[in-house]
């Protein structure tokens, strides 16, 4: 009541003044909460997206005439379907209405038509009489005016249009880097055929034959990735590997089984790569195997499987991704992801017999054909099946790994390259990163400001505070660079020297402070407070003393290679840019905050307490242990937060000072790679809306949930420590 009559008092415009200020000082103060959650709700938004299940719909449907259908497919733009028939007819057709385009006679009926892994739009066919031969659908687009027009077109890829392979129970083959494998299967002969210098337009010429006597007769055969193996699959589940590093003198690489002894397969498909192949059982599952290199060489293993509650009748592959749908004997399409171990969508599918089916290119659009001549279509909406949980947070089991890892591996010049997403290692890293920084910036800022705001004389801290205040504006991009470029090769070609300083200079210091003390009083009287000015030489020496002893050092001790004993006795790998490096700077440009925020804080405590606690006989230390730092300790803890939230949020010093890998592990001579830097690095790269782009609004969205939740422990632990040592 009397705070309001005072208030009263006040004249009117003085009132009108602070009711102006207070409103706008709390206008503010919603700004920056809405800003906040603005960003916050932003960056959901464009991440919501990557956690959203697959939806199918049953589209359009095409009414050719009746054939036996082998292959449905549809060009890159989906505007144009093939369907390739028993009767030896190709047909093509518009997918948007179903007009039929064109028609090619390939002038023989077929019995197999099998698309060219890692070539569009070519196949092998296969006769009854055991002739084998090449085509390849193209859709050259032609302009009239503003019309645009595509006119399909079919043709055989090699002069010489068929080749003799033979009765065979399977077949598959491989073209790429100008050399065409077949490899067939008759009973339990294995036959391999390599033509060399292969180029479209041109005769198949000079065959270099193998011949491989398998186990057992097989009635499956799919080429491995490249054509260094091949995968052959009997209905019975066994399974044998060839080694066709040598396709003229093949050599088996492992022999199984895929199901299990009372088990048969319903359907098997390689995935994307060729490395796995998807297994269906009759029991209702989908298993993922693929070869890993073991102790005792390399052996065909189970991955992953997934759940259909039904037999799978037919399996069919994305053609650039690692997902695959599957048809089941309840007519039921599932939608699965192989990394992320997704179960995405089930559609109940119309009545009909499917003997071909196909993923589109942008994997939108699911084709089937049916002998009775219709062609339908399903739209699917899947546009992030790879991510989960598990594939950002947990070890995934990637093809060609020995083991589940941790792993971020956002691109590659392969196609067969699957993205490996996990954030795990960006989080350690920017962890790791903030931890070095922090070990070599609290005990430096906060000594350094107890030192300047309760020793030092008055002089001297009207020099040396807005000194180091000065230093919080010098660009991070300057000590990222001095970071990369200078200090990451002094540290690698002294590295005994530098390890020696963390010897050196504490002995020297304490040596010469004792010394100090040996002094008559009134030889040191004069100096008091000015003491951090004296001891920079002393500094400096057991700096050039460090670096003298270091050759010294290294070769009495470490053999003279100190960074190859490190990693023979120690088992550490040494990178020139790594976690030392950055500790250094970026414990450099995080000082300036704490220390400021620190000697603040230090230095607001009122003076009746110092000289209280001194009058009651307590020294200097005494005041400063149990008066002066519980007093100030809710601003030094603030100052140690807000460093913390400095480091973790610093990009250009990590970009540049670490070689910006992401390995998981806390060896200091290793480099580490942010949340922060990857975000600098790979987002002018990623496309809009992809899935790359939304996983960095991720990391973004996790770096902000992150200081968040460090400046609100910072909080609730400030505000227990000003209640606790408020009232001294």
Do not use: C
Request: hydrophobic letters at 50%; aromatic letters at 10%; glycine letters at 8%.
């Amino acid at each position: 009541m009397a705070g309001e009559a005072g208030l009263s008092k006040l004249p009117r415009s003085r009132r009108l003044v602070n009711a102006i200020t207070a409103r706008v000082v709390a206008l503010g103060g919603a700004a920056v909460i809405a800003a906040i959650a603005l960003i916050f709700f932003y960056l959901l938004w464009v991440v919501a997206p990557i956690f959203a299940g697959a939806e199918v719909e049953t589209g359009e449907r095409y009414v050719l005439d009746p054939a036996e259908p082998l292959l449905v497919e549809a060009n890159d733009s989906e505007e144009i379907a093939v369907r390739v028939a028993a009767s030896g007819t190709a047909t093509f057709f518009e997918i948007d209405g179903g007009r039929v385009r064109d028609r090619v006679d390939l002038g023989r009926e077929l019995t197999a038509v099998q698309p060219l892994a890692d070539q569009t739009g070519m196949y092998a066919i296969l006769d009854a009489d055991g002739a084998m031969s090449f085509i390849q659908a193209t859709y050259p687009i032609s302009f009239a005016g503003e019309n645009r027009t595509i006119t399909p077109k079919l043709d055989f890829v090699f002069e010489d249009a068929w080749l003799d392979v033979g009765a065979v129970d399977a077949f598959d083959v491989h073209y790429g880097n100008f050399e065409v494998l077949i490899a067939t299967v008759n009973g339990r002969q294995l036959s391999v055929r390599r033509y060399r210098d292969a180029e479209p337009g041109f005769e198949l010429e000079f065959p270099q034959r193998g011949q491989y006597q398998l186990r057992r007769a097989y009635d499956r055969l799919y080429f491995g990735p490249r054509g260094r193996w091949v995968y052959l699959v009997s209905h019975a589940g066994a399974v044998e590997v060839v080694d066709l590093t040598r396709p003229t003198a093949p050599a088996e690489l492992y022999v199984g089984r895929i199901a299990a002894e009372d088990s048969r397969i319903s359907d098997v498909a390689p995935l994307l790569g060729r490395y796995s192949l998807l297994v269906a059982d009759q029991q209702g599952r989908i298993s993922q195997w693929f070869m890993i290199r073991g102790e005792f060489g390399q052996s065909l293993e189970q991955v992953r499987h997934f759940d259909l509650g039904a037999p799978a009748r037919r399996i069919i592959p994305e053609p650039r991704r690692k997902g695959f749908a599957a048809i089941d004997a309840q007519d039921r399409l599932h939608l699965f992801y192989t990394t992320s171990a997704r179960d995405l969508a089930r559609h109940d599918l119309l009545p009909a017999e499917v003997a071909a089916a196909s993923i589109t290119p942008r994997s939108d659009l699911l084709l089937t054909a049916s002998p009775d001549g219709t062609v339908q279509g399903y739209h699917l909406k899947n546009e992030h099946p790879e991510i989960s949980f598990s594939t950002l947070w947990s070890k995934i089991w990637y093809e060609g790994y020995e083991e589940p890892i941790y792993s971020w591996q956002s691109s590659s010049a392969d196609n067969d390259f699957e993205p490996k997403f996990s954030l795990t290692p960006l989080l350690f890293g920017t962890l790791k990163g903030a931890f070095y920084a922090m070990v070599v910036a609290v005990p430096v800022a906060i000594m350094g400001a107890l030192y300047t705001a309760y020793f030092m004389a008055p002089a001297m801290r009207r020099i040396v505070k807005p000194g180091i205040e000065i230093m919080a504006a010098l660009p991070t991009v300057i000590l990222g660079f001095l970071a990369g470029l200078w200090l990451a090769p002094l540290i690698e070609a002294n590295l005994t020297a530098v390890m020696a300083i963390l010897l050196v200079m504490p002995a020297g210091t304490l040596l010469t402070a004792w010394l100090w003390s040996r002094l008559p009083e009134r030889l040191t009287r004069p100096f008091g407070g000015w003491y951090g000015l004296l001891v920079l030489p002393v500094l400096i020496g057991t700096v050039w003393l460090a670096f003298a002893l270091g050759p010294w050092i290294e070769l009495s001790l470490f053999g003279g290679n100190a960074q190859a004993w490190i990693l023979e006795n120690l088992g550490l790998n040494y990178d020139q840019r790594n976690a030392l490096v950055v500790g250094l700077a970026m414990g450099l440009a995080v000082i300036p905050t704490i220390f400021s925020i620190a000697e603040d804080a230090i230095y607001g405590v009122p003076t009746h307490l110092i000289n209280g606690s001194l009058a009651l006989g307590a020294t200097p230390w005494q005041t400063l242990m149990r008066v002066v730092i519980l007093t100030a300790s809710p601003g030094i803890f603030s100052a140690v937060m807000i460093g913390l939230g400095r480091a973790v949020g610093e990009t250009m010093i990590v970009l540049m000072a670490t070689g910006n890998t992401p390995v998981m592990d806390m060896n200091i001579f290793e480099g580490m790679r942010t949340f922060a830097a990857n975000i600098a690095v790979e987002l002018p790269e990623s496309e809009v809306g992809s899935t790359h782009y939304r996983i960095l609004f991720l990391a973004a969205m996790v770096l902000f949930l992150l200081t968040f939740v460090f400046n609100t422990v910072a909080e609730l632990v400030r505000q227990r420590l000003r209640t606790r040592y408020g009232n001294l």
